[in-house]
């Protein structure tokens, strides 16, 4: 309090005020990791034009499908720099499912899935989506949390926090610490995250706010649907049609590409929604005048 730091404020450290972590040291898998004494550091004043600017803040909209039987089917995710026109990486992940790869090696020319085309992914450049695609889940996840990891977001924005971890976690409800899905969801690399079954309460992602868009919505605005189709024709005046889990099932399997395309069209509505309402520019600017971490 006497050094006026708060949340969503900029934060100076002096030169020979901090060192780095050595790699074998490091406690997170953020971007930077220091040391510092507290007394070092010194909030710059909001009166400045450093002090009172938006931080590019990493934005990554999350969207999780899972099956009848709860078990992971597809995923997809979108980028979002604070301060940057161009879009940013955006990606989905889709687990063929045993059936559909038999049907792949009996006619490979004939099935859907060849049309989606597999590239290798490269978040230096702006390209169009990337679609990865695996027989065999877990290697699927790990690769779903190294991206994650990769992009480095400060905020997760899911639309439905624990359907969206679930479908992730599994039945198990668990990642362990150091797996490729913890570190990719929080930055504390000792943490494991778990799922809470009963409450849905999600524990364990540590250096990154994860946003929990309809509950946020349902708190500040009185609908009669707050389906995610719903929230972007509200707020956004575009559509987004709710498919149920019979009309995927079908979709996925006679358009795969068109299914891919609906995934992160999804995670994409996310992103519109949460933009359009402000939410990053309401919850930094509430920090500010309370003292309030964004957490």
């Given at each position: 309090v006497n050094?006026?730091?708060?949340?969503?404020?900029?934060?100076?450290?002096?030169?020979?005020?901090f060192r780095p972590v050595a790699e074998d040291q490091r406690v997170s898998c953020a971007q930077l990791e220091v040391l510092a004494e507290a007394s070092a550091a010194r909030a710059v004043p909001l009166e400045d034009k450093a002090g009172s600017s938006m931080a590019p803040v990493r934005t990554l909209a999350l969207q999780v499908l899972a099956n009848a039987e709860?078990?992971?089917?597809?995923?997809?995710?979108?980028?979002?720099?604070?301060?940057?026109?161009?879009?940013?990486?955006?990606?989905?992940?889709?687990?063929?499912?045993?059936n559909e790869a038999a049907a792949m090696a009996k006619d490979p020319a004939g099935d859907d899935w060849c049309e989606v085309n597999i590239e290798v992914y490269d978040p230096s450049r702006a390209e169009a989506a990337k679609i990865f695609i695996s027989n065999d889940e877990p290697s699927l996840l790990d690769?779903?949390?190294?991206?994650?990891?990769?992009?480095?977001?400060?905020?997760?924005l899911v639309y439905d926090v624990p359907q969206c971890i679930r479908g992730l976690l599994g039945q198990r409800c668990l990642a362990k610490a150091g797996s490729a899905l913890a570190r990719g969801l929080g930055r504390r690399l000792g943490s494991e995250v778990k799922l809470t079954a009963k409450s849905g309460e999600v524990s364990g992602i540590a250096g990154r706010l994860v946003f929990d868009l309809q509950k946020q919505v349902e708190k500040e605005h009185r609908l009669v649907d707050y389906s995610l189709g719903s929230l972007l024709e509200h707020f956004c005046q575009q559509p987004l049609p709710e498919l149920r889990e019979a009309a995927l099932s079908q979709l996925r399997a006679l358009r795969p590409r068109a299914f891919a395309q609906h995934?992160?069209?999804?995670?994409?509505?996310?992103?519109?929604?949460f933009d359009r309402l402000a939410y990053l520019y309401h919850f930094v600017e509430m920090a500010r005048v309370t003292g309030c971490p964004l957490t």
């Open positions: 050094r006026d730091l708060g949340g969503g404020r900029w934060v100076e450290l002096p030169t020979g005020g709860g078990k992971f089917s597809a995923a997809a995710c979108a980028l979002s720099v604070e301060g940057e026109k161009c879009p940013g990486a955006r990606a989905i992940w889709m687990l063929r499912q045993e690769h779903l949390g190294q991206t994650l990891e990769l992009l480095d977001a400060d905020i997760v995934v992160l069209r999804q995670a994409e509505a996310s992103l519109a929604i």
